[in-house]
């Protein structure tokens, strides 16, 4: 069994970077789609960013010029670069790999940013 293993999270100050990677312990096939989603205590789970088989990327409005998604193909490997960090950007980060219409989809097992003030 496939799974995605994530790593680059950690406690920062407003205005400072991280970037997050997510790595698959093994070969998937067939990817059409991956991403990066956040929740933060309270709340729903949110799409931060995706970027398809294409190479064509989207972001939600509130991280639009401060982050920056990013694969490696070769190796699976999703990055999450994250600037100008805000209190509001605390949340749990995961991972998602999907197939075409998400027959499959693989997530990873979160990791901890924190924004401090």
């Known amino acids: 069994q496939v799974q995605l293993v994530e790593s680059g999270g950690g406690l920062v100050q407003a205005g400072q970077s991280l970037r997050l990677s997510c790595a698959p312990s093994?070969?998937?096939?067939?990817?059409?789609?991956m991403g990066w989603y956040r929740q933060a205590p309270g709340k729903q789970r949110e799409l931060v960013a995706s970027?398809?088989?294409?190479?064509?990327?989207s972001y939600v409005d509130s991280v639009k010029g401060r982050f920056t998604i990013s694969r490696d193909s070769a190796k699976n490997t999703l990055y999450l670069q994250m600037n100008s960090l805000k209190p509001e950007d605390t949340a749990v980060y995961y991972c998602?790999?999907?197939?075409?219409?998400?027959?499959?989809?693989?997530w990873g097992q979160g990791t901890q940013v924190t924004v401090s003030s």
């Open positions: 998602n790999v999907a197939t075409i219409g998400r027959i499959r989809e693989w």
């Open positions: 970027i398809t088989r294409g190479g064509t990327t």
């Open positions: 093994g070969t998937i096939f067939n990817i059409n789609v």
